[in-house]
């Protein structure tokens, strides 16, 4: 376990399981459609890149960059950082996010995505944190529900550090304050 971990919350078996259930569950609702697959950048790497292998339909990929987090505080409010590259009308859209803390990110995405007339629209997220919710947001695949905690690791960061670790981990409070930002 990194130094600066207090705890693993979801080892790397667990993650590659709930991963695998996952994909198959993609795989019959979407059976026999071409689903576009709307990456949240930077956390969504490595969950994108574990769950695609898990998919038996076609894909296509595409990646927004969104900002609404500095350190460990959400400061509300959410910017286009990078567009898609495709045009998504028309077609079955997933977004494929790391984590729904207080929802605003995805209500944001749900918003900007719709004007786009999309034939459907869904959200798969590796992490839930119900309990810090400001914005309802329509969860249609989650991996996982966690506690309050903030989390790091499997793409996730704090000030992009731990995005590497295998597994998901709570930060250590002293590895919180200690850093210089
Ligand atoms: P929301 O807008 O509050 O739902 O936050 C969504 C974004 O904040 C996620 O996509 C993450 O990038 C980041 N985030 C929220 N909670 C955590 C956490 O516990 N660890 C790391 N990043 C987090
Ligand atoms: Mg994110």
């Given at each position: 376990m990194h130094k600066d971990l207090e705890e693993i919350l979801i080892p790397t078996a667990e993650l590659n399981a709930g991963i695998k259930k996952l994909g198959e569950r993609i795989?019959?609702?979407?059976?026999?459609?071409?689903v576009?697959?709307?990456?949240?950048?930077?956390?969504c790497v490595l969950f994108m890149a574990d769950l695609v292998k898990?998919?038996?339909?076609?894909?296509?990929?595409?990646?927004?960059?969104?900002?609404?987090y500095?350190?460990?505080?959400?400061?509300?409010?959410?910017?286009?950082?990078?567009d898609l590259k495709e045009n998504i009308e028309g077609r079955d859209v997933?977004?494929?996010e790391?984590?729904?803390?207080?929802?605003?990110?995805?209500?944001?995405?749900l918003q900007n995505l719709r004007t786009r007339h999309p034939k459907s629209l869904e959200i798969c997220t590796l992490l839930d944190k119900p309990s810090c919710r400001k914005a309802k947001v329509p969860i249609k695949y989650t991996g996982f529900t966690i506690p309050d905690k903030f989390v790091v690791g499997y793409g996730l960061d704090y000030n992009e550090i731990y995005r590497n670790l295998p597994?998901?981990?709570?930060?250590?409070k002293s590895a919180i304050e200690g850093k210089k930002t």
């Open positions: 795989s019959l609702d979407y059976a026999g459609r071409c576009s697959l709307v990456g949240v950048l930077k956390g898990h998919l038996s339909i076609d894909t296509r990929m595409d990646f927004m960059m969104l900002s609404s500095s350190g460990a505080q959400s400061t509300g409010v959410v910017r286009t950082i990078l997933l977004i494929i790391d984590i729904v803390d207080s929802g605003l990110t995805m209500h944001y995405m597994y998901i981990g709570v930060l250590k």
